[in-house]
Nanobody, 128 residues
Framework: QVQLVESGGGLVQAGGSLRLSCAAS????????MGWFRQAPGKEREFVAA????????YHADSVKGRFTISRDNTKNTLYLQMNGLKAEDTAVYYC?????????????????????WGQGTQVTVSS
């Protein structure tokens, strides 16, 4: 079992920044690829960013590339999403997720189906 707890969401003006954190309960966190996804009202959950177990390889969705950065600190069992240049269309509930089925996976997955543990989500609201 892996428990994931997100924090850092809130209300911010367009152009502002937030940093989301996701604390993982399991020590094997350091062996798992991790991802961030988001879901806006009335829309499907979508991929935002993913990072492999080492933190070396990462992917970002085109819609956030150049503005958001995913990172991790395995010594703290924590995943991060630095969000700069926020736009109104970034408003959503943000979820972190763990791919626990593929230890030491080099290429992190960018699809929801690859992730088997999810946090409860944190709300990000960007006012224009």
């Amino acid at each position: 079992q892996v428990q994931l707890v997100e924090s850092g969401g809130g209300l911010v003006q367009a152009g502002g920044s937030l940093r989301l954190s996701c604390a993982a309960s399991r020590r094997t966190f350091s062996r798992n690829a991790m991802g961030w996804f988001r879901q806006a009202p009335g829309k499907e959950r979508e991929f935002v960013a993913a990072i492999n177990w080492s933190g070396i390889k990462a992917y970002h969705a085109d819609s956030v590339k150049g503005r958001f950065t995913i990172s991790r600190d395995n010594t703290k069992n924590t995943l991060y999403l630095q969000m700069n240049g926020l736009k109104a269309e970034d408003t959503a509930v943000y979820y972190c997720a763990a791919d626990s089925a593929h230890d030491l996976r080099w290429d992190p997955a960018v699809v929801l189906e690859a992730y088997d543990y999810w946090g409860q989500g944190t709300q990000v609201t960007v006012s224009s």
